[in-house]
């Protein structure tokens, strides 16, 4: 009997690690399905579930809003960067660093905005910005920091859309997070984009988390010649 009861118990087991197999597959599938957007193509038509600060003496003032993508990108010309994670440590100590100490220089150069993407909720993103040192925006109706904006991407609906999406479960445990890359999107359309990467197109479960064209300076040089060659305005 209690031969019989391990066997079945093994069987079990290894029923539910080949459906767990079966669901990551899956999901890996589906996020692979976008192919990574280029250079004259719109970016995803998704809404943002994001933060709105209101009048309150709670700690936490803020109430949910819906955000279409047209709110952030539409008749602008914003630099949009996005990374793998808040709090950790390229992310953190270069990269929103890199694009918050150059924030005006960048809107010089014929930039409205300058948004950081990450897959992650709206409260870790929040957090995130007040220990990086990002200085809040506490009017009524803000949605987030003076410089800089984070958007909490949190069901990766634009990342996947951005065909950006790949899967961290194994290598470190995140799940599904969004590759790194920037970008110049001018009223909804992609104007410029720098993937990380030799194949310039997410890497499943990647050892390596490349940081070579996504940054401040590579924007800068970007936007600097685009305003030689005319392609400035939006």
Same mark, same amino acid.
């Given at each position: 009997?209690?031969?019989?009861?391990?066997?079945?118990?093994?069987?079990?087991?290894?029923?539910?690690?080949?459906?767990?197999?079966?669901?990551?597959?899956?999901?890996?599938?589906?996020?692979?399905?976008?192919?990574?957007?280029?250079?004259?193509?719109?970016?995803?038509?998704?809404?943002?579930?994001?933060?709105?600060?209101?009048?309150?003496?709670?700690?936490?003032?803020?109430?949910?809003?819906?955000?279409?993508?047209?709110?952030?990108?539409?008749?602008?010309?914003?630099?949009?960067?996005?990374?793998?994670?808040?709090?950790?440590?390229?992310?953190?100590?270069?990269?929103?660093?890199?694009?918050?100490?150059?924030?005006?220089? *960048?809107?010089? $150069? !014929?930039?409205?905005? @300058?948004?950081?993407?990450?897959?992650?909720? =709206?409260?870790?993103? +929040?957090?995130? %910005?007040?220990?990086?040192?990002?200085?809040?925006?506490?009017? *009524?109706?803000? $949605? !987030?920091?003076?410089? @800089?904006?984070?958007?909490?991407?949190?069901? =990766?609906?634009?990342? +996947?859309?951005? %065909?950006?999406?790949?899967?961290?479960?194994?290598?470190?445990?995140?799940?599904?997070?969004?590759?790194?890359?920037?970008?110049?999107?001018?009223?909804?359309?992609?104007?410029?984009?720098?993937?990380? %990467?030799?194949?310039?197109?997410?890497?499943?479960?990647?050892?390596?988390?490349?940081?070579?064209?996504?940054?401040?300076?590579?924007?800068?040089?970007?936007?600097?010649?685009?305003?030689?060659?005319?392609?400035?305005?939006?």
């Amino acid at each position: 009997h209690n031969i019989s009861t391990s066997i079945l118990i093994i069987h079990k087991d290894q029923h539910t690690m080949n459906l767990t197999s079966l669901a990551l597959c899956m999901m890996a599938s589906a996020t692979s399905a976008f192919s990574v957007i280029k250079a004259g193509q719109k970016v995803p038509d998704i809404t943002f579930n994001t933060r709105v600060r209101i009048e309150s003496d709670e700690e936490n003032p803020f109430d949910w809003l819906a955000r279409p993508t047209s709110d952030y990108f539409a008749k602008k010309r914003v630099v949009l960067f996005s990374l793998p994670g808040a709090f950790t440590p390229t992310c953190s100590s270069t990269h929103l660093p890199g694009y918050e100490n150059n924030y005006e220089k *960048i809107k010089a $150069l !014929g930039v409205d905005e @300058v948004y950081c993407l990450s897959v992650n909720d =709206a409260f870790v993103m +929040r957090q995130w %910005g007040l220990a990086q040192g990002l200085t809040e925006d506490k009017t *009524i109706g803000s $949605l !987030g920091f003076t410089q @800089v904006k984070l958007i909490a991407d949190g069901a =990766a609906e634009f990342t +996947r859309g951005m %065909g950006m999406s790949t899967q961290w479960d194994k290598e470190r445990g995140f799940g599904e997070r969004s590759w790194r890359y920037s970008a110049v999107i001018n009223n909804g359309e992609v104007e410029k984009i720098f993937v990380e %990467g030799e194949t310039g197109a997410p890497v499943q479960n990647s050892g390596p988390d490349p940081f070579e064209v996504s940054d401040a300076d590579t924007m800068i040089e970007y936007l600097e010649s685009a305003i030689k060659t005319g392609r400035s305005q939006p």
